[in-house]
């Protein structure tokens, strides 16, 4: 029997998850970047934000810390690639192997504890919120917000040349448009919103760990895919949806993995699943339908063969 809270457990991972996703989805999808340095900056916005509390900071600021410093871890990858001329994979990977000693050298140690802490959380029940409600509504808040703000960015004459840097980079440099500076600012927004989730996940958990953020590209990947797949990207609003929808929908599928019965460490096996299963749907179909039709002509084929034999004998 599944408990309703489980299912409530699954919807604020999921959307709290989104605002990753969403950060994923500027780097994969508008700019076309393969940026690896999410698996660095959510750790890093966890790291920040863990420390800050811990000493005693306001978990407030402490959470609005973190996305200004994922926006230069972001930035740094951006400048390795368009200044230094790293290709954009090694530029995330080199960005993301020094984030580790960057994030250890934050937290001090490899893990925070947070349970005995206030934040964000506590200070929304301290406001009147009811404690089981307090973390489905700042996540609601947050990927709603997180979304709505994306979505009036990317159809700004900015984020229209943003978005024309990921679709044809000759082009829009023939128009006068800086297509580094694109990069790099595309790059440092993504991580900044990958920060954020790190850092809010961090207080939700009740903990910080170095290694969080390992995976954590494959999953927001796998959202951006799987929302994809299912609501069509015509337009910035719906692809933005899909998104939030499409990380949802994941967490769900993980929690499902869970009561099957797989192993906790077998998650990141089941998250590549979903990915390749994801990516190869379109071949899938594609395969289903050229057998269908093949059928249907070999079925038609066949009748006609019969009727032909019919009207000779």
């Known amino acids: 029997m599944i408990s309703l809270g489980a299912l409530s457990g699954a919807l604020e991972q999921g959307l709290v998850y989104a605002v990753m996703a969403l950060g994923v989805y500027i780097t994969f999808r508008v700019l076309n970047f393969p940026d690896l340095t999410v698996d660095g900056s959510f750790p890093l916005g966890a790291a920040i934000a863990a420390r800050l509390i811990y000493t005693g900071g306001d978990p407030v600021v402490a959470t609005l810390v973190a996305p200004v410093l994922g926006f230069v871890a972001g930035a740094t990858t951006g400048v390795l690639n368009t200044k230094l001329k790293i290709s954009g994979l090694l530029a995330g990977i080199l960005t993301m192997t020094a984030l580790y000693s960057v994030n250890l050298r934050i937290m001090g140690r490899a893990n925070i504890p947070l349970l005995r802490s206030a934040t964000v959380l506590t200070t929304l029940t301290g406001l009147g919120v009811p404690g089981g409600c307090a973390a489905l509504i700042l996540f609601s808040v947050t990927a709603l917000v997180a979304k709505l703000l994306l979505d009036a960015f990317l159809r700004t004459e900015f984020g229209l040349a943003l978005r024309a840097t990921g679709d044809n980079e000759v082009m829009i440099r023939s128009l006068g448009v800086n297509t580094d500076s694109m990069k790099i600012i595309g790059l440092g927004l993504s991580n900044a919103l990958v920060a954020l989730c790190g850092a809010m996940v961090a207080q939700y958990q009740g903990f910080a760990d170095i290694g969080m953020g390992i995976g954590m590209v494959v999953a927001g990947l796998a959202s951006v895919i799987i929302g994809g797949a299912i609501i069509a990207p015509s337009s910035t609003g719906l692809a933005t949806f899909g998104v939030v929808a499409g990380s949802v929908i994941y ?63």
């Open 251 to 313: 967490r769900f599928a993980v929690f499902v993995a869970l009561r099957l019965g797989f192993a906790p460490t077998d998650l990141k096996i089941v998250t590549a699943a979903l990915v390749v299963i994801a990516l190869s749907g379109p071949v899938i179909r594609r395969t289903l339908g050229m057998e269908r039709r093949r059928a249907l002509g070999h079925g038609k084929a066949e009748a006609s063969s019969e009727n032909v034999f019919a009207r000779n004998h």
